[in-house]
């Protein structure tokens, strides 16, 4: 099974506190992966690394910190969609 793509839609109040590598790794662990491609939602993995962005912008910037927008898209071939 190959493994699925994530795509991340974020303003700067997200990337402020990421480094792409930190948040592709945190993203594509299968315990954080596995229930978004599961329930074929990747609402529960936004909101979740939502939460987590939340908290590391108030200990990096307390309450300057900026407002966060995000959106994960989880890309997968049609192959392994249809497997599901």
């Known amino acids: 099974e190959s493994q699925p793509a994530v795509l991340f839609v974020c303003t700067d109040g997200v990337w402020d506190n990421w480094k792409y590598e930190d948040i592709a790794a945190k993203t594509l662990d299968e315990k954080f ?6 329930a074929n939602d990747a609402q529960g993995l936004t909101d979740e690394l939502m939460r987590e962005n939340l908290k590391m912008a108030r200990h990096n910037f307390g309450n300057q910190a900026d407002n966060m927008t995000g959106i994960v898209c989880l890309i997968r071939s049609v192959s392994t969609a249809d497997n599901l």
């Open 33 to 38: 992966i596995k229930p978004a491609l599961e």
